[in-house]
């Protein structure tokens, strides 16, 4: 299986300033067009919600401030300007093969 | 719109096989390239996929519980259907239906199921 290690396991940014979560994948998930990873976020008593999907491409709704990048074995997610409800927890997915897996989460939390 | 929501029997017991529905609406399964899938994810830990089963009725499984998971489908009726034979309490954890793969776009509320002698 890939192993997808997130980090940091938590972070804690001021209101307005930037939130850069890593991915790192055991393996490579992109090829020369795609990345194979999707970003999501969960916030307390919801199901996760899809941000990111296929590395970069933002998913219809969700605001711009949230943006994705990279390729190969290492992904970021990054959210700027953060704002008071983006406090959750961010996890990354991978899609290159079967099993899907995901990462450990990131927990944000906004000060 | 799509929607999702999932029904299961709550608790059971140790070795007991859980049954799980997944009753959906705005897209059909007979729709080509589309897929619905279980995920599960035990309190205040992370996020497990389980199963995907597409519309040509390829079925999918995460090898882990491969030996103890059977995923199908009612496509007239708009329904995928998880079981996951002899249970034991590690399989504690909310069970998420999920739409399409491979990123799922689209989740229901989740059925908490509890197993417990």
């Known amino acids: 299986d890939i192993v997808l290690t997130q980090s940091p396991a938590s972070l804690v940014v001021s209101l307005g300033q930037r939130a850069t979560i890593s991915c790192r994948a055991s393996?490579?998930?992109?090829?020369?067009?795609?990345?194979?990873m999707h970003w999501y976020q969960q916030k307390p008593g919801q199901p996760p919600k899809l941000l990111i999907k296929y590395a970069s491409n933002l998913e219809s709704g969700v605001p711009a401030r949230f943006s994705g990048s990279g390729s190969g074995t290492d992904f970021t997610l990054n959210i700027h300007p953060v704002e008071e409800e983006d406090t959750a927890t961010y996890y990354c997915?991978?899609?290159?093969?079967?099993?899907?897996?995901f990462g450990g989460g990131t927990k944000l939390e906004i000060k | 719109q799509v929607t999702l929501k999932e029904s299961g029997p709550g608790i059971l017991q140790p070795s007991q096989t859980l049954s799980l529905t997944c009753s959906f609406s705005g897209f059909s399964l007979s729709s080509s390239g589309l897929g619905v899938g279980w995920i599960r994810q035990p309190s205040g830990k992370g996020l497990e996929w389980l199963a995907n089963i597409w519309w040509d009725d390829d079925k999918r499984y995460n090898p882990a519980l491969k030996s103890r998971l059977t995923i199908s489908k009612d496509t007239s009726s708009n329904q995928v259907f998880l079981t996951i034979a002899s249970v034991d309490t590690a399989d504690t954890a909310t069970y998420y239906c999920?739409?399409?793969?491979?990123?799922?776009?689209?989740w229901g509320q989740g059925t908490l199921v509890t197993v417990s002698a």
């Open positions: 393996l490579s998930v992109s090829t020369s067009n795609y990345g194979y």
């Open positions: 997915q991978h899609s290159w093969e079967i099993p899907y897996t």
């Open positions: 999920v739409g399409t793969a491979p990123w799922f776009a689209y």
